[in-house]
């Protein structure tokens, strides 16, 4: 089993930047990739962004390419993702997510582990 933690949610202002960080307990997140998506009040959730176990390769959603992120380091066990130029439709709750194979997926089922969610609140 794995628990994920996120960290670094806030209100910001747009055009403004947050990290996001996941914190992996209970067992290495070295070894299973990972990602992250948000759910915006009233829509339903969506992939943001992932990356390999490896780190070596990463998918981005088309919304948020160019702006955000993601990156992740192995040996302190942690997924990050930064954000920057955020705007108001950025507005959302966040949540890391992992998956038991070393690719990556844009599809929520197929990942097997799921944090609280940290906010994330843009005022424009």
């Known amino acids: 089993q794995v628990q994920l933690a996120e960290s670094g949610g806030g209100l910001v202002q747009a055009g403004g930047s947050l990290k996001l960080s996941c914190a992996a307990s209970?067992?290495?997140?070295?070894?299973?990739?990972a990602g992250w998506f948000r759910r915006a009040p009233g829509k339903e959730r969506e992939f943001v962004a992932a990356i390999t176990q490896s780190g070596d390769a990463s998918r981005y959603a088309d919304s948020v390419k160019g702006r955000f992120t993601i990156s992740r380091d192995n040996a302190k066990n942690t997924v990050s993702l930064q954000m920057d130029s955020l705007g108001p439709e950025d507005t959302a709750t966040y949540y890391c997510?992992?998956?038991?194979?070393?690719?990556?997926?844009?599809?929520?089922?197929?990942?097997?582990?799921w944090g609280q969610g940290t906010q994330v609140t843009v005022s424009s």
């Open positions: 209970g067992r290495t997140l070295s070894k299973i990739a």
């Open positions: 997510a992992a998956r038991e194979f070393n690719t990556y997926s844009i599809n929520a089922e197929s990942y097997h582990y």
